[in-house]
């Protein structure tokens, strides 16, 4: 499995680029209630990889980080979402409204929700 070095990357990345699917720019809000313009990917489906661990913000927000694996670019990265789902490793999920990507030596990613793919 190939991983991208962050060591090796000095040139900001949207997950559009890294992950080579279609993106559009949204206006969004942080948690301190600032709009920003981010490049979002709408659905993603990716591998669960990982342990899910749960994660509370300085205000109390309780998050989710999933380690997941996309099949196609042969990416491995944690995406946080605000939802817990019981998925074990192995299991297709899809990621809702995914922003991040790489900003130096920082890599970060986030849901706006992660589902469970069912299959028939």
């Given at each position: ?29 942080s ?20 342990e ?65 793919i069912?299959?028939?």
């Amino acid at each position: 499995m190939a991983q991208i070095k962050v060591s090796d990357i000095r040139i900001e990345k949207t997950p559009a680029e890294l992950f080579n699917l279609p993106d559009k720019i949204v206006t969004k809000q942080s948690a301190k209630g600032k709009d920003y313009e981010a490049h979002v990917i709408e659905k993603m489906k990716v591998v669960i990889s990982g342990e899910m661990t749960e994660i509370t913000s300085q205000d109390g927000k309780v998050f989710y980080a999933y380690e997941v694996y996309d099949p196609k670019s042969k990416f491995n990265f944690k995406v946080k979402a605000p939802n817990k789902i019981d998925s074990e490793f192995g299991v297709s999920v899809g990621l809702v409204g995914l922003v991040g990507g790489i900003a130096g030596n920082f890599v970060w990613f986030k849901a706006d929700k992660i589902v469970e793919i069912k299959t028939a």
